[in-house]
């Protein structure tokens, strides 16, 4: 039987349904999962009840979690006849479920049990999953109503399950699911494997890889976009029809090939030359001393792979994998040789020798190939001692070894030494992120050193390298109040400390510090929503110690009240609002199934520009680089090649439809013989994808230019060919995604200011960015701030000229409608004209057609649309984003660092010029106000003469409006505003006249 349990903490509920008639109830909680009742006390005459009583339920088949349903019923007690009246009841179905280190209070809504029960209020639970052997389920209520007695025996066994809970440590391995490449063996170890809860299994996918059939590639152009906003065809958005692993792409429509097509089907197939070097035993002796520092080196014609020496060993094991690239193999000779190392020159051991047209051909799900002892021969082909383990066989990059091969297909000149840590694909995944929320309430006992002064007080907390402070605040007493609330951002493992400190601001930089309190982060308490999380009292230590033990020891007599929580109710932000690729909250419970999976292939790039020089000709070490929601991948680093073939898949989970997919292409400057961590991998370009943009189903197969912007202008550094497919698994699901909130709920009840944003979102991308480059290989800094936009907050003249035009374009459809209304009042076209006043007139005769006529008129001009509709994704625009037009010096000052390095000169300038844009700026906003001034001043007597104008013709209007018909009004009205010309005058109107003669307060600005 599985040892798999369900953890059910009731904690308490609020604003419960009065069921006694007397103002109150008495309620208790009966919960019922798995063919398993538990009931807790009752809470006699309380509507808002604390229980804190915690129940375990055996989950009897793990597999079939997702779709159990835990019911939490609350009840009323009424002693009188010995019956139970129903207060609500919470439905959480097995995929919210989540580890116990996850687990948080979350408080439900009540619901109706019934259509004609009324209830309302929350009650709080907390769920957890747990395999802990130690803890032991509870004893559960027979199905049939149960007495009083029953409740009592529930009630002690609530105690001491409570009480089990306390005492006992529920471990919980959390696992990460990679939705890569998988082997058929890497399915039978998760078969294997207990049961793990996680929304990616819902929906099982598999991963498995077919025969993949090797055709000819033909990328043949059908049709070349350059978008809506009309930009150089040079950078227009290519559409591709290849040969893929499932067939040909026509149209987004797959035409399958003669063999079945497979899951990793939106890629080019590639063969590829395994050979694993296992170990080696029995090894002769070559030096003097008697001891040997084997290593082997693998050479394919003229690329070759060295495996890591080891020292004073005759039977070494490496386990190292290596690919090489058939299109670049020129020779049919494979050749092993076991050498030694040495200080002056490597000494030669022996050399197995295998010839490539006998090589087997290896296809997944079929099992890896078994290494096979060759004894060893020497330069002139006789066998000498010692033997060498090898596996060597063709596949493709879709078999399993491929990832994890040192050199895969990144094929490496015999002549050179590279780091082979630096070219592997890998993928990866963001550390989870929490907002911390720290409460300075108040500061009590305060040891003033000068009792004379009156100092200035303030608390400043610091996470890592977060700092922020309170206002100082002069304290006359021993004690001082802030409650100011900060904000800061933690990741998953909490490596650091809340460090708070109480000081005293001096001058001339010299604070005197009062105390200060540690407290770790993985012991504040988790939530999930707005409910109030009680302040502690933390005794201030000495400043002069140092050591975190010491701390624990010496107790202080200054006290501070604080009130810390992780808040996980929120999205930490880590990348801009208006294309982040994951919505979610951190807190997992509150996590939706998933919509969708989405399945990336990145095939090729072509017309690469040179990044670097190499033997006197240009060339570039790329790879790309993409991301969606936590997953980030890296493909491998194709060296010395300017049209690189990468032919990588993988796949993520989709959430919402409102997000954003985006793929880099990156220079690797980590190759080169004297390279060292010091140097930056340079950007390519970058491709951003939203989901909602595509349709479900549709391989969508393009080339899409990479475009970068320089200090000398726009620039194309070459073409990406991607295939992309969105997939869907629950259509009504994400249509109903379309009426939720696009961020989680805790954003709109407690909303962050908009500089909080950009501070935690600084603070997110560095975190970020500091885990992923301890990564192995890498993922450095540089590339997540591009893959972020980690700069787009800072001022660029060709941005804001960007957004004004998107502006303008937003605003063009209401000045066409004004223009053409305005030639219908002009009578250009006597025809129109008539039929407008036609319509018009109708329209007034029959008001409640009004609104069926607009929304009639938009269903049209939608269903005409839908025959010009995009059928291929967005992409990057120089158009709109003002990139074609922009000058040189508004270039340099976008690409100048912050603060400016520039010269004097050149920031007066442009400090002038910025001034003279705000001015512009400046008198569109004070015209706007006097418009609006000259409104409030129509009844406020502020020109008497004028207000008495306005409430006389108000009067007048009033009663005319009583005795006439609103039609009439309005007949009359339309007609005089589409008048003919000739009744029409060239001076302005004589309410237009009177407007402008209003008062406003400009005369009373400085």
Excluded at 23 to 36: I, M, T, Y
Excluded at 675 to 687: A, C, P, Q, T, Y
Aim: with cysteine.
């Amino acid at each position: 039987m599985s040892s798999l349990k369900l953890g059910v903490e009731v904690v308490s509920a609020h604003n419960l349904m009065p069921k006694d008639g007397q103002g109150s109830s008495s309620a208790f909680v009966e919960l019922n999962f798995d063919h398993q009742r538990f009931r807790t006390t009752i809470k006699e005459k309380d509507l808002d009840p604390v229980w804190n009583e915690s129940f375990y339920f055996n989950i009897s088949n793990p597999e079939n979690l997702p779709n159990l349903t835990l019911e939490a019923h609350v009840y009323n007690n009424n002693k009188a006849n010995n019956s139970k009246s129903s207060l609500g009841k919470v439905c959480i179905t097995g995929t919210s479920f989540v580890p116990y280190s996850d687990a948080v209070v979350l408080h439900y809504p009540l619901e109706k049990r019934s259509i004609f029960s009324r209830v309302k209020g929350e009650l709080g639970l907390k769920l957890f999953l747990t395999d802990d052997p130690n803890i032991k389920s509870s004893n559960p209520l027979p199905m049939e109503n149960s007495s009083q007695k029953n409740s009592l025996s529930a009630q002690a066994q609530a105690t001491v399950q409570q009480t089990q809970n306390r005492s006992s440590k529920v471990k919980d391995e959390s696992v990460r699911t990679f939705h890569n490449l998988a082997t058929p063996k890497q399915q039978q170890q998760q078969q294997q494997q207990p049961y793990i809860p996680s929304t990616a299994m819902q929906q099982p996918v598999r991963y498995g890889v077919d025969d993949m059939r090797h055709e000819s590639r033909a990328s043949n152009l059908a049709r070349m976009y350059s978008g809506s906003s009309s930009q150089p065809m040079e950078y227009a958005l290519k559409e591709t029809s290849p040969f893929l692993g499932g067939g040909r792409i026509v149209g987004g429509r797959v035409i399958r090939a003669d063999k079945p097509a497979s899951t990793y089907d939106l890629v080019e197939p590639m063969q590829f030359l395994f050979v694993r070097v296992v170990k080696a035993r029995d090894l002769p002796t070559m030096d003097v001393t008697g001891s040997l520092d084997p290593y082997v080196e693998v050479r394919v014609g003229n690329y070759k792979g060295v495996t890591q020496h080891f020292s004073k060993t005759h039977n070494p094991e490496w386990n190292t994998v290596f690919s090489f690239s058939r299109e670049r193999v020129q020779t049919s000779v494979l050749e092993v040789v076991v050498k030694d190392k040495d200080l002056l020159k490597d000494e030669f051991v022996g050399i197995v020798r295998y010839d490539i047209t006998d090589v087997p051909t290896r296809v997944p799900p079929d099992s890896p190939l078994a290494p096979e002892w060759y004894r060893l021969e020497d330069k002139k082909g006789q066998k000498t001692k010692g033997e060498l383990m090898l596996a060597v066989w063709i596949g493709t990059q879709a078999d399993e070894a491929f990832p994890d091969a040192w050199h895969s297909d990144a094929a490496i000149p015999a002549d050179s030494s590279m780091p082979s840590t630096h070219i592997r694909s890998k993928v990866y995944h963001s550390p989870r992120l929490w907002y911390v929320r720290v409460n300075v309430i108040e500061v009590q006992d305060l040891v003033l050193s000068d009792k004379t002064r009156f100092p200035d007080v303030y608390v400043k907390v610091q996470i890592g390298s977060q700092i922020l402070k309170t206002k100082p605040i002069q304290v006359r007493s021993v004690n001082a109040m802030w409650n100011e609330d900060m904000m800061f951002v933690a990741a998953e493992p909490f490596e650091d400390h809340l460090f708070l400190s109480v000081e005293e601001r001096g001058g001339q930089n010299k604070d005197e510090i009062f105390g200060r309190v540690l407290i770790p982060l993985n012991s504040v308490e988790k939530r999930a929503d707005d409910r109030l999380i009680h302040s502690r009292w933390f005794n201030l230590q000495k400043p002069s110690i140092t050591d975190v033990e010491e701390i624990k020891k010496e107790k202080f007599a200054t006290r501070l009240n604080v009130r810390v929580c992780l808040d996980g109710g929120y999205h930490v932000l880590d990348e801009s609002t208006h294309y982040s690729s994951d919505l979610r909250p951190t807190a997992k419970q509150l996590w939706k199934p998933s919509i969708g999976i989405l399945e990336l292939g990145i095939l090729n790039a072509d017309g690469l520009h040179p990044m670097k020089t190499r033997d006197g000709r240009g060339t570039s070490d790329t790879y790309c680089v993409a991301k969606y929601g936590h997953k980030w991948i890296r493909t491998r680093t194709i060296n010395d090649s300017l049209s690189p073939k990468y032919n990588e898949q993988y796949t993520w989970e989709v959430f919402d439809p409102a997000t954003v997919l985006t793929v880099g292409v990156f220079d690797n400057s980590q190759l080169l013989e004297n390279g060292s961590s010091g140097n930056r991998d340079m950007k390519i370009g970058k491709v951003r994808i939203r989901l909602s943009t595509l349709e479900t189903g549709r391989v969508y197969t393009h080339s899409y230019p990479l475009l970068v912007l320089h200090p000398s202008g726009v620039k194309k550094m070459g073409e990406l060919h991607l295939a992309i497919r969105f997939s869907s698994t629950s259509m009504t699901n994400m249509m109903y995604m379309y009426s939720r909130p696009l961020l989680p709920k805790m954003h709109y009840v407690r909303p962050l200011t908009v500089m909080q944003q950009d501070m935690l979102r600084h603070q997110a991308v560095n975190i970020v960015a500091a885990r992923l480059s301890r990564a192995e290989p890498p993922l450095r800094k540089e590339i997540v701030e591009y893959m972020t936009d980690a700069d787009s907050h800072l001022w660029s003249m060709r941005r804001s000229k960007a957004n004004f035009f998107r502006l303008m374009s937003v605003f063009n459809g209401l000045f066409a409608v004004g223009k053409w209304f305005g030639e219908v009042s002009m009578w250009r076209n006597p025809v129109t004209t008539v039929l407008v006043h036609a319509l018009f007139l109708m329209l007034v005769c029959f008001p409640e057609l009004i609104l069926p006529t607009v929304f009639l008129y938009m269903f049209l001009i939608g269903l005409w649309n839908y025959r010009f509709r995009a059928r291929y994704p967005p992409h990057m625009n120089t158009r709109i984003s003002n990139a074609d037009s922009v000058s040189r010096d508004e270039l340099d000052e976008e690409f100048d660092t912050f603060p400016t390095s520039r010269s004097s000169e050149v920031v007066r300038m442009r400090y002038d010029r910025l001034r003279s844009v705000a001015g512009r700026i400046q008198s569109v906003v004070g015209d706007i106000a006097s418009q609006g001034e000259r409104v409030q001043a129509l009844l406020s007597w502020r020109d008497p003469r004028a207000t008495t104008i306005f409430i006389t013709f108000c009067l007048v209007a009033a009663i005319v409006l009583y005795v006439t018909p609103f039609q009439v009004l309005a007949v009359l009205t339309g007609f005089y505003v589409m008048r003919h010309p000739r009744f029409r005058h060239k001076l302005p109107s004589a309410p237009l006249n009177f407007f402008r003669r209003l008062p406003a307060r400009t005369d009373s600005m400085l």
